[in-house]
């Protein structure tokens, strides 16, 4: 009779931790939040017998929550290379092109106005690995798994846009040499190749594209051509991180393939207790499988938060502005002085993809600045439903120019809406006011008249926005151009 009353307080206790909604947000269109709290039984000054597992329970959970924040960037690739493989049927040697609106929907926090070219190579199939390069004006980089930049490409790289060949030499090859190459020695398995072309002609990318190819070392005598491929017209796809239990098969899957870190090596031991180890099948039993399940939601609630309303210091652009900077790792390396930046890792893993030294340029004129908005003025989340008015002042702080983007909240992804189109840019014929101003406008109808300055949203579905500047001048940095916040007009 003591055994089966200690199963049903377990009972109890596991129902309290995963699946009560004890408390709920105010918009009645939300799901409720489960609040994790065990009620530990204590037997004078130690915890009861029975008490135990559900100690150990809470462990098991709260650990599975910061593995959930930890492997976002791994995660985030790893689905995205399977939908190159199996969606797309790219091989790792071949180039998918991103061009159209369509081709980037699934694209976590994608720009929308310039292409994209793009190749997961698999270095535990084709050993060390040939990127040719052709002379053109490029700007590419080489990232591992884990989403650290490891090299540039192009004219910010090596062959200064005069082409070259690289050689991507896997992480268990030592004093690898090959003369007449860049060696780039890989920190992972699986590797991202990125690159956008910079000349604005098509017919130029597209000859220069031709150029480009991809091949194992060991084939270079006589290597299969790379293709050009893009993603499929008839299919949706979203290479964004799974969520539920198949976001924990994800991350054991490329775990087989990826050398551990001595950094990684407590998330590791953590994972152990989760069914998921190096070396052996995913096979979780039934109270693992629980508490994985309930992880990955409540870990992603906390992305939310990490993500949306980010803690950092001196976060804002604008101290009494809502625009957050979007690059809010030190280094690309992501490591600080005296610690790995675990949390500014996963807030901007969980909505990007991809981060490199000319993303977070503080030199005038070059490379790119982002900022964020999640908020209107009034701190509001940003709302399908609502209308809102963005007015960017003359003289936007861009050499090349300036884009702004909506996405939606829920995938991180280009808002996918009847009008087929997130972005509004300085390449775009937008209607100007008197003073060189723009107003910008976002909501489910297009005000009358200003069609051409104004997004869709989608009631039901919150939104964010990135603002890019493409050549951030010296205005931008000083803070001596201002932009307002993003307002609800009623």
Same mark, same amino acid.
Not at 22 to 37: F, G, H, L, R
Not at 336 to 345: H, I, L, T
């Given at each position: 009779?003591?055994?089966?009353?200690?199963?049903?307080?377990?009972?109890?206790?596991?129902?309290?931790? %995963?699946?009560?909604?004890?408390?709920?947000?105010?918009?009645?269109?939300?799901?409720?939040?489960?609040?994790?709290?065990?009620?530990?039984?204590?037997?004078?000054?130690?915890?009861?017998?029975?008490?135990?597992?559900?100690? %150990?329970?809470?462990?098991?959970?709260?650990?599975?929550?910061?593995?959930?924040?930890?492997?976002?960037?791994?995660?985030?690739?790893?689905?995205?290379?399977?939908?190159?493989?199996?969606?797309?049927?790219?091989?790792?040697?071949?180039?998918?092109?991103?061009?159209?609106?369509?081709?980037?929907?699934?694209?976590?926090?994608?720009?929308?106005?310039?292409?994209?070219?793009?190749? #997961?190579?698999?270095?535990?199939?084709?050993?060390?690995?040939?990127?040719?390069?052709?002379?053109?004006?490029?700007?590419?980089?080489?990232? *591992?798994?884990?989403?650290?930049?490891?090299?540039?490409?192009?004219?910010?790289?090596?062959?200064?846009?005069?082409?070259?060949?690289?050689?991507?030499?896997?992480?268990?090859?030592?004093?690898?040499?090959?003369?007449?190459?860049?060696?780039?020695?890989?920190?992972?398995?699986?590797?991202?190749?990125?690159?956008?072309?910079?000349?604005?002609?098509?017919?130029?990318?597209?000859?220069?594209?031709?150029?480009?190819?991809?091949?194992?070392?060991?084939?270079?005598?006589?290597?299969?051509?790379?293709?050009?491929?893009?993603?499929?017209? *008839?299919?949706?796809?979203?290479?964004?991180?799974?969520?539920?239990?198949?976001?924990?098969?994800?991350?054991?899957?490329?775990?087989?393939?990826?050398?551990?870190?001595?950094?990684?090596?407590? #998330?590791?031991?953590?994972?152990?207790?989760?069914?998921?180890?190096?070396?052996?099948? %995913?096979?979780?039993?039934?109270?693992?499988?629980?508490?994985?399940?309930?992880?990955?939601?409540?870990?992603?609630?906390?992305?939310?938060?990490?993500?949306?309303?980010?803690?950092? =210091?001196?976060?804002?652009?604008?101290?009494?502005?809502?625009?957050?900077?979007?690059?809010?790792?030190?280094?690309?390396?992501?490591?600080?002085?005296?610690?790995?930046? #675990?949390?500014?890792?996963?807030?901007?893993?969980?909505? =990007?993809?991809?981060?490199?030294?000319?993303?977070?340029?503080?030199?005038?004129?070059?490379?790119?600045?982002?900022?964020?908005?999640?908020?209107?003025?009034?701190?509001?989340?940003?709302?399908?439903?609502?209308?809102?008015?963005?007015?960017?002042?003359?003289?936007?702080?861009?050499?090349?120019?300036?884009?702004?983007?909506?996405?939606?909240?829920?995938?991180?992804?280009?808002?996918?809406?009847?009008?087929?189109?997130?972005?509004?840019?300085?390449?775009?014929?937008?209607?100007?006011?008197?003073?060189?101003?723009?107003?910008?406008?976002?909501?489910?109808?297009?005000?009358?008249?200003?069609?051409?300055?104004?997004?869709?949203?989608?009631?039901?579905?919150?939104?964010?926005?990135?603002?890019?500047?493409?050549?951030?001048?010296?205005?931008?940095? *000083?803070?001596?151009?201002?932009?307002? *916040?993003?307002?609800?007009?009623?």
């Amino acid at each position: 009779m003591k055994s089966k009353c200690l199963i049903i307080l377990a009972l109890i206790s596991l129902l309290l931790n %995963f699946g009560c909604k004890e408390s709920t947000i105010k918009n009645p269109d939300s799901k409720a939040i489960s609040q994790s709290s065990s009620e530990i039984k204590m037997d004078g000054d130690l915890p009861s017998k029975e008490s135990i597992p559900l100690l %150990f329970d809470e462990m098991d959970f709260q650990q599975a929550t910061q593995c959930y924040l930890w492997g976002l960037p791994i995660v985030a690739f790893a689905e995205w290379q399977q939908q190159h493989y199996k969606a797309f049927n790219a091989t790792s040697n071949d180039l998918v092109l991103y061009n159209s609106y369509h081709d980037r929907l699934g694209i976590l926090t994608a720009n929308a106005t310039t292409p994209y070219v793009m190749s #997961f190579i698999d270095l535990k199939a084709n050993g060390p690995t040939v990127i040719e390069m052709p002379a053109g004006k490029t700007a590419g980089g080489l990232a *591992d798994f884990w989403q650290r930049e490891q090299a540039t490409i192009g004219e910010m790289g090596p062959d200064k846009g005069k082409g070259g060949k690289y050689v991507l030499v896997p992480p268990t090859m030592k004093d690898f040499k090959a003369d007449g190459y860049y060696i780039i020695p890989c920190y992972t398995v699986n590797m991202f190749f990125g690159f956008r072309t910079l000349d604005p002609d098509p017919k130029v990318t597209e000859e220069l594209l031709k150029k480009v190819k991809i091949y194992p070392y060991a084939q270079r005598a006589n290597p299969t051509a790379t293709k050009v491929i893009s993603p499929p017209t *008839d299919k949706n796809w979203y290479g964004i991180q799974p969520s539920g239990i198949k976001y924990w098969e994800r991350l054991h899957a490329i775990l087989q393939d990826e050398p551990v870190e001595e950094r990684d090596r407590f #998330f590791m031991a953590w994972l152990k207790n989760l069914g998921i180890e190096k070396g052996k099948p %995913f096979a979780p039993d039934e109270r693992q499988k629980k508490i994985l399940i309930a992880a990955a939601e409540k870990g992603q609630q906390m992305a939310m938060a990490n993500s949306f309303e980010k803690r950092f =210091a001196d976060v804002k652009h604008w101290p009494d502005k809502k625009w957050d900077y979007v690059m809010i790792l030190s280094d690309p390396s992501q490591r600080a002085a005296n610690y790995d930046e #675990f949390f500014e890792r996963s807030s901007y893993f969980y909505e =990007a993809v991809t981060y490199s030294k000319a993303m977070m340029t503080k030199i005038p004129n070059v490379g790119q600045a982002y900022l964020g908005a999640y908020f209107d003025n009034n701190g509001n989340w940003l709302d399908g439903s609502k209308n809102y008015i963005l007015n960017i002042p003359a003289n936007p702080p861009a050499v090349n120019f300036w884009s702004i983007t909506v996405y939606d909240s829920a995938t991180r992804c280009l808002i996918d809406n009847p009008q087929k189109n997130a972005d509004l840019s300085s390449r775009k014929d937008l209607i100007k006011n008197s003073d060189g101003s723009v107003d910008l406008y976002f909501g489910p109808k297009a005000p009358v008249g200003k069609e051409k300055n104004w997004v869709q949203t989608l009631p039901g579905k919150h939104w964010f926005t990135y603002m890019r500047f493409y050549g951030p001048t010296t205005a931008y940095f *000083d803070k001596s151009w201002k932009m307002d *916040d993003i307002k609800e007009v009623k």
